[in-house]
T-cell receptor, first 110, second 111 residues
C-alpha cells in the first residue's frame, strides 16, 4: 500500500536527550515536511525538503535538525536545545500543493 | 493580521443540518486553496481542493471568492461522523511547496 509511516507513535524522552523521529514514504513524492502541533494550535512548519540532499528551515527550526539522504526518508531529530519539545509531530509529503500526512508521533519530555 | 483566519467555533449543529465555514486570507497572490479535516488526536486529511469555479463532492461544496479573499465550505445533511476540525489551507503563487495553515474550525454534530 502507498503511504507515509511514522515511528514511534508515542515517545518519551528525558530532558537533555536528543531523539530522532522516523518518517518514511512510498508515494514517490519529492517534497517532504515536518510540522509540530500543540494543543489548540495550528500546524507549524519545522523543516521541509523539496529534493534529496536539500532542505530548508521552516518557521520554528530552532532546536531541530533533519537529513534527506534518500527520497523515501526524512528523519527529524529533536535536540536538547529545543526548549519545549513536548508536542504532536507530523510528517507529510506533497504533490502540487496537496499534502498527505503520516499518523504522527506524540513526544513527551519527562 | 494572520495570513489565514478562521472562526474557531465550536459549531454545534444537529444531525441533518447545513453548516458553512468561512476562511479569509491576506495575500492576494494566493494561488491554491484546500480544506483539510482533522479528527481528534489524528493527522489532517485532505478533504477537497477549492477551484475558482467552485466545486462539489457529495454533501460538501467549496467556494472561492478572490475579490473578497475568502473561501468557504458548506456541509449539507450533517452526519455524526462529520464532527471534526476543518482546516483552511492556502498556497501562495511561486511557493508551490509551502502551505499556510489556518487554526481550524471545530464542528460537533449532535444526535
Amino acid at each position: 500500500d502507498g503511504g507515509i509511516t511514522q515511528s514511534p507513535k508515542y515517545l518519551f524522552r528525558k530532558e537533555g536527550q536528543n531523539v530522532t523521529l522516523s518518517c518514511e514514504q512510498n508515494l514517490n513524492h519529492d517534497a517532504m515536511y515536518w510540522y509540530r502541533q500543540d494543543p489548540g494550535q495550528g500546524l507549524r512548519l519545522i523543516y521541509y525538503s523539496q529534493i534529496v540532499n536539500d532542505f530548508q528551515k521552516g518557521d520554528i527550526a530552532e532546536g531541530y535538525s533533519v537529513s534527506r539522504e534518500k527520497k523515501e526518508s526524512f528523519p527529524l531529530t529533536v535536540t536538547s536545545a529545543q526548549k519545549n519539545p513536548t508536542a504532536f509531530y507530523l510528517c507529510a509529503t506533497g504533490s502540487r500543493g496537496e499534502q498527505f500526512f503520516g499518523p504522527g508521533t506524540r513526544l513527551t519530555v519527562l | 493580521r494572520k495570513e489565514v483566519e478562521q472562526d474557531p467555533g465550536p459549531f454545534n449543529v444537529p444531525e441533518g443540518a447545513t453548516v458553512a465555514f468561512n476562511c479569509t486570507y491576506s495575500n492576494s497572490a494566493s494561488q491554491s486553496f484546500f480544506w483539510y479535516r482533522q479528527d481528534c488526536r489524528k493527522e489532517p486529511k485532505l478533504l477537497m481542493s477549492v477551484y475558482s469555479s467552485g466545486n462539489e463532492d457529495g454533501r460538501f461544496t467549496a467556494q472561492l471568492n478572490r475579490a473578497s479573499q475568502y473561501i468557504s465550505l458548506l456541509i449539507r445533511d450533517s452526519k455524526l461522523s462529520d464532527s471534526a476540525t476543518y482546516l483552511c489551507v492556502v498556497n501562495y503563487a511561486g511557493n508551490n511547496r509551502k502551505l499556510i495553515w489556518g487554526l481550524g474550525t471545530s464542528l460537533a454534530v449532535n444526535p
